[in-house]
């Protein structure tokens, strides 16, 4: 068994202690570079979630009137340990999930940066002292933990999400259910161990892996002692998960799916246009919610885009995330691969072009399976009712339409569902505050390809959900305003 494969603590974090699940059942991890196991952890029932919220209650309150320099320092010293030991987490993260071990460790980096974001906002929770304008009282306005939370995190960045919901909520003073990914639980049950040595106590944090989400879910919502759910992934799922808050009105952030445009103007800088599609697009194999989705481009630069793209995106080096020069991993599995497959083959069906990729690829991974990989891939001329074009392809999957002028560019890039992310390539800086304005997402990337940052507020509209993580905003997620009406002489 590989070294950081060893270390990690397979079982479940229940009151400060790792201990087996309910009946003593187990589930396996696999790599999906070479379909091999990785080991088996403890699949997580009812009865542990119950332990579980059981635990947070418990430790709530004494958790809450902790001074928020303690909380904000045992941060800091996560934020360090996840720095000292970012090679090892990177090729974990690679193992169970498939990336490149580049992009694991920009994921690291990524994911650590919410811890140093947090450990510097939990010293900042403030709120006001006001004089009643009829005099005769004050008001105090302050600040509260919700309380204990549940945080559903996502396969597809096993830290960083799981970071960006366990940083604000220590920061805040908040004890936490947190219920990892079935394909790729092994990161955060690293992170859980790393967190207890950087000091956070016992029942703060409890960590439920599960094959049975809703065995996990349900006990824990349907308990009001909760106070919150914080959750990334499908609005399918999302959606649900707002109904069954609704018997309890617990609070919610909904970080759900996307459908990004990327519109590319006709005096844009193109090489500049080139190489943020590869990163909206490429980052995390595309298998991110805020990967550009479909790509819209000026009539008269289309030609020239596709054909640089085209060439860029062919000359990524697929293979297992582990080896050397590999940019593109494999997909997380077959189910997501027969996705992709099935999205591309819908658009050539009704007459889009491949200039690159476009057929699933395997035998590329390590090991006696052959990987769930799929090529990077450029579909030129793809018709306005492509399914590709309304549904998130969550792969390295690049469909280019084009258009006219820009009314016609914000109505295509604004017609969808989805509100999560929009780019937009111009060297125009009122056309870039224009459009920036008029797309209706809660994020726009402006010339460049990311827009990820611990500093910033991170979340969508529409049907990607409400609610922010990251940036001053993120913590407010959990906190309740708490007003104290002060009966005063004068
Ligand atoms: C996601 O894909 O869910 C989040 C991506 C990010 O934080 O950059």
């Keep these: 068994m590989d070294d950081v494969i060893a270390t990690v603590p397979k079982r479940l974090l229940i ?9 003593g059942g187990t589930f396996g991890v696999d790599d999906p570079g070479s379909e091999q196991r990785l080991c088996d952890i403890a699949d997580g029932q009812g009865a542990d979630a119950e332990a579980a919220v059981e635990a947070a ?11 928020p320099r303690e909380r904000g320092e045992i941060l800091r010293r996560a934020w360090q340990l996840m720095t000292d030991r970012a090679e090892d987490l990177a090729r974990l993260m690679t193992l169970e999930m498939g990336k490149s071990l580049t992009e694991s460790r920009a994921e690291v980096s990524y994911a650590a940066g919410f811890f140093r974001w947090f450990s510097e906002e939990a010293v900042r929770i403030d709120g006001r002292y006001t004089r009643n304008p009829a005099g005769g009282g004050r008001t105090l306005v302050t600040k509260q933990p919700v309380g204990p939370c549940l945080l559903v995190t996502p396969w597809n960045f096993p830290l960083a999400m799981g970071t960006r919901k366990i940083g604000p909520a220590v920061a805040a003073g908040c004890t936490m259910i947190v219920k990892p990914p079935q394909l790729t639980p092994l990161s955060m049950l690293n992170l859980a161990e790393l967190l207890r040595e950087a000091g956070l106590p016992g029942s703060v944090l409890n960590v439920v892996p599960s094959t049975s ?14 106070r919150k759910l914080s959750f990334t992934g499908s609005t399918e799922v999302g959606r649900t998960l707002v109904e069954q808050c609704s018997a309890n009105l617990q609070r919610m952030s909904m970080e759900l799916g996307g459908n990004a445009p990327f519109l ?8 500049a246009a080139v190489q ?18 479909r790509f819209h481009v000026a009539e008269s630069v289309a030609g020239e885009f596709t054909r640089r793209l085209t060439e860029k995106m062919s000359a990524l080096k697929t293979g297992h995330g582990t080896e050397d020069g590999v940019a593109v991993g494999p997909l997380v599995s077959e189910d ?4 992709v497959r099935e999205l591309v083959d819908d658009a050539r069906e009704r007459g889009a072009r491949a200039t690159t990729g476009g057929e699933p690829e395997t035998g590329t991974g390590t090991g006696t399976g052959t990987g769930y990989f799929y090529p990077p891939t450029v579909l030129a001329d793809v018709p306005g009712q492509a399914r590709i074009l309304r549904e998130e392809v969550f792969g390295p999957v690049a469909p280019i339409t084009t258009f006219a002028d820009e009314d016609e560019a914000v109505a295509l890039a604004n017609d969808t569902e989805f509100g999560l992310v929009g780019y937009l390539f111009t060297r125009d800086l009122d056309r870039a505050l224009r459009v920036g304005e008029r797309l209706r997402t809660g994020m726009a990337g402006i010339n460049t ?4 940052n611990p500093a910033a507020p991170f979340g969508g509209v529409k049907a990607s959900g409400f609610g922010r993580e990251g940036g001053a905003e993120g913590i407010e997620e959990y906190l309740d305003t708490k ?3 002060l009966a005063t002489g004068s």
């Design 15 to 23: 009151d400060g202690k790792w201990r087996d699940a309910d009946g």
């Design 57 to 67: 209650v418990a430790a709530q309150d004494e958790w809450a009137r902790t001074a």
């Design 213 to 226: 989400a809703s065995s996990i879910v349900n006990p824990v919502l349907a308990d009001a002692r909760v």
């Design 264 to 271: 590319v103007f006709s005096d844009a800088d193109l090489d």
């Design 276 to 293: 943020g599609a590869v990163t909206a697009k490429m980052r995390n194999n595309g298998e991110s919610c805020v990967a550009a989705n």
């Design 336 to 339: 997501q691969r027969q996705k």
């Design 449 to 452: 390809g990311i827009v990820s």
């Design 483 to 485: 007003y104290l009406a």
